[in-house]
């Protein structure tokens, strides 16, 4: 399956490259091109696409701008010669960043991140065994075998792994608990989900996991009673 795409751009040489890119790489369908942002969000609106390559510095709409008002969002690339707006970028959960003049190279190692998302979202095998988060202005793929717990740092979550240091991405934690398969991984505490196959044991109102302890809330504590083996 073709991932469908549009690219925008008010630099019509830089939208040539764009489009000539697109039209060379197999995975992917390319939909439309627009040199303005208004009559894209215009098609967007009723012509529902899979990726978005979309410039951020524009005349009419600014590309993060015009990403926060789609409803239904696509996976998005963004294109610009700024390096200043990859933190608003990022924000915005978009699968890559690109800095003009881009490569067909480095264009390639965008597309290949959104391929392998877009194959798992659209896969009915094994869709509950990875954890798709952004970090560090990279989306990561985490075996949920490897999650110990997770704890929430406000707007932040910090995701704790077996072996591997913790990986920290900008998600509250009630978003991730909705990634997560609901017989796996359980709230038990206002700032921490834990891992129901980590769990070494239950005393009072901690779980022992394998390298640290998890405090109950008392919200929780029917939750945690049910983990308890007879």
């Not at 690219?7 to 040489?13: G, H, R, S, T, V």
């Not at 627009?34 to 967007?44: G, K, N, R, V």
């Amino acid at each position: 399956m073709a991932i469908k795409c549009v690219a925008i751009d008010d630099e019509p040489l830089a939208l040539q490259l764009m489009k000539a890119y697109i039209e060379k790489t197999p995975a992917l369908q390319l939909a439309q091109v627009f040199e303005d942002a208004l009559s894209a969000s215009e098609f967007l609106r009723s012509h529902p696409v899979d990726l978005l390559f979309i410039d951020i510095q524009m005349p009419d709409i600014n590309g993060l701008d015009l990403v926060r008002a789609l409803e239904d969002k696509p996976m998005i690339i963004f294109t610009t010669a700024h390096k200043k707006f990859a933190f608003e970028g990022f924000e915005l959960q978009a699968m890559d960043y690109l800095l003009k003049p881009v490569s067909f190279e480095r264009f390639t190692k965008a597309v290949s991140k959104a391929e392998e998302y877009f194959k798992f979202k659209n896969s009915g095998a094994g869709q509950e065994e990875y954890l798709y988060v952004y970090s560090e202005y990279k989306l990561l793929r985490i075996d949920l075998n490897d999650i110990e717990f997770i704890e929430s740092l406000e707007d932040y979550v910090r995701i704790h792994l077996t072996n591997e240091k913790p990986i920290l991405s900008l998600m509250p934690l009630k978003r991730v608990l909705q990634k997560l398969p609901a017989d796996r991984f359980k709230r038990v505490h206002r700032s921490y989900i834990v891992s129901v196959n980590k769990i070494k044991g239950v005393n009072n109102r901690r779980i022992m996991l394998s390298a640290a302890e998890v405090p109950v809330s008392d919200s929780y504590l029917d939750v945690v009673r049910k983990l308890k083996k007879p």
